[in-house]
């Protein structure tokens, strides 16, 4: 049964601190829509033992306003790892939720959108990497976490965009093989003496930005601080002040030492962030990432409601893959 949603006082008193937090991204007629499904959510997650997880990029409705923590990649892997919820919503795209069920096997892992992909995770098949390995025999595969468990399951060790470099170095050889993401191997061989063998796949929101574009910016506002994800192309990397994870890029605002910045990344992360750094002008290149978009306030609620969409790994490939995630959780965060 569906009971329409209505924007009450009762909804208005549960949410007005948080469209504090969202109001110079969020005008208030919009708001006044999503509050009421924000205030079901929070009801319900009560009632279930339910935590919701919210990467960096979803929408500041969701980031704000339902997510219980939010974080890159190796910050929810984290989370997720030591939750003890009955029910974890994973607000991010699919690699991020099945790694949380990796970690995490007992507790109900639920995505509002299974179809919610990521290029990088599309751009390997498990037969590859087998191949990657007979042409390079002895030498270890760095997997980066964005990708389906059965590439977890056939690599030594994964990595995110937060340990990138440290993982490869840990391992203690001359050369790896880093899949699938072909400019995070070429940033992390820019900073290391290991030598990276990379893979073709690509970023296809990051891929997007380009030398002339940051030049561009950097002409127009010569104060400008710039700051990228490492998913973007090593030339791009090279013309920024700062390059990291998603949650290193927030954390670098802290220290900008200019007041107006760019944040060379998806679309919603200066939405995100703009309300805590009153003292930064945000120009924001908008780069959406169709698929962390597909996560919303509607599908959240029905994933709360009716238990759906359930994330299973097969045990045994749950079990392989593991290994992989938790030799880079031993690592941890060096950005
Ligand atoms: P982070 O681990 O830096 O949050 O990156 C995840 C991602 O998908 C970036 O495009
Ligand atoms: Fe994948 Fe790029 Fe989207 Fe991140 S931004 S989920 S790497 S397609």
Same mark, same amino acid.
């Given at each position: 049964m569906?009971?329409?949603?209505?924007?009450?006082?009762?909804?208005?008193?549960?949410?007005?601190p948080?469209?504090?937090?969202?109001?110079?991204?969020?005008?208030?007629?919009?708001?006044?829509?999503h509050?009421?499904?924000?205030?079901?959510?929070?009801?319900?997650?009560?009632?279930?033992?339910?935590?919701? *997880?919210?990467?960096?990029?979803?929408?500041?409705?969701?980031?704000?306003?339902?997510?219980?923590?939010?974080?890159?990649?190796?910050?929810?892997?984290?989370i $997720?790892?030591?939750?003890?919820?009955?029910v974890?919503?994973?607000?991010?795209?699919?690699?991020?939720?099945?790694?949380?069920?990796?970690?995490?096997?007992?507790?109900?892992?639920?995505?509002?959108?299974?179809?919610?992909?990521?290029?990088?995770?599309?751009?390997?098949?498990? $037969?590859?990497?087998?191949?990657?390995?007979?042409?390079?025999?002895?030498?270890?595969?760095?997997?980066?976490?964005?990708?389906?468990?059965?590439?977890?399951?056939?690599?030594?060790?994964?990595?995110?965009?937060?340990? $990138?470099?440290?993982v490869?170095?840990? *391992?203690?050889?001359?050369?790896?093989?880093?899949?699938?993401?072909?400019?995070?191997?070429?940033?992390?061989?820019?900073?290391?003496?290991?030598?990276?063998?990379?893979?073709?796949?690509?970023?296809?929101?990051?891929?997007?930005?380009?030398?002339?574009?940051?030049?561009?910016?950097?002409?127009?506002?010569?104060?400008?601080?710039?700051?990228?994800?490492?998913?973007?192309?090593?030339?791009?990397?090279?013309?920024?002040?700062?390059?990291?994870?998603?949650?290193?890029?927030?954390?670098? *605002?802290?220290?900008?030492?200019?007041?107006?910045?760019?944040?060379?990344?998806?679309?919603s992360?200066?939405?995100?962030? $703009?309300?805590?750094?009153?003292?930064?002008?945000?120009?924001?290149?908008?780069?959406?990432?169709?698929?962390?978009?597909?996560?919303?306030?509607?599908?959240?609620?029905?994933?709360?409601?009716?238990?759906?969409?359930?994330?299973?790994?097969?045990?045994?490939?749950?079990?392989?893959?593991?290994?992989?995630?938790?030799?880079? *959780?031993?690592?941890?965060?060096?950005?």
């Amino acid at each position: 049964m569906t009971t329409k949603l209505e924007f009450t006082e009762e909804v208005a008193a549960a949410t007005d601190p948080i469209y504090e937090k969202v109001k110079g991204s969020i005008p208030r007629f919009e708001w006044e829509m999503h509050a009421p499904l924000i205030a079901e959510i929070n009801r319900i997650k009560k009632e279930k033992n339910a935590v919701i *997880l919210g990467h960096n990029y979803m929408v500041p409705e969701i980031f704000h306003g339902v997510s219980d923590f939010v974080g890159d990649s190796l910050g929810l892997s984290i989370i $997720a790892r030591d939750s003890d919820a009955d029910v974890i919503v994973f607000c991010g795209v699919h690699f991020m939720a099945e790694t949380a069920k990796i970690l995490n096997p007992s507790r109900t892992v639920l995505i509002p959108d299974p179809d919610a992909g990521c290029s990088l995770s599309e751009s390997i098949t498990p $037969a590859d990497v087998r191949l990657m390995k007979e042409r390079y025999p002895g030498v270890p595969v760095v997997t980066y976490v964005n990708t389906p468990a059965s590439i977890k399951a056939e690599s030594d060790i994964c990595c995110t965009s937060a340990n $990138a470099v440290a993982v490869v170095e840990s *391992l203690g050889v001359d050369r790896v093989i880093f899949l699938p993401d072909e400019y995070l191997g070429r940033n992390v061989a820019n900073e290391t003496d290991v030598k990276v063998i990379t893979w073709a796949g690509r970023c296809i929101v990051h891929e997007q930005f380009t030398v002339e574009e940051i030049r561009a910016y950097r002409a127009q506002y010569p104060d400008i601080e710039v700051i990228a994800h490492p998913e973007c192309s090593p030339e791009v990397c090279a013309e920024c002040d700062f390059v990291g994870s998603t949650t290193a890029m927030i954390d670098y *605002l802290d220290e900008a030492t200019s007041n107006r910045v760019i944040m060379i990344t998806e679309c919603s992360m200066s939405d995100n962030v $703009a309300e805590a750094h009153p003292e930064l002008e945000f120009v924001r290149p908008c780069t959406i990432c169709p698929h962390m978009k597909k996560i919303t306030l509607e599908n959240t609620l029905a994933s709360l409601q009716e238990m759906k969409h359930e994330v299973f790994v097969e045990e045994e490939m749950r079990l392989k893959a593991l290994r992989s995630v938790e030799r880079m *959780l031993e690592i941890g965060r060096k950005d």
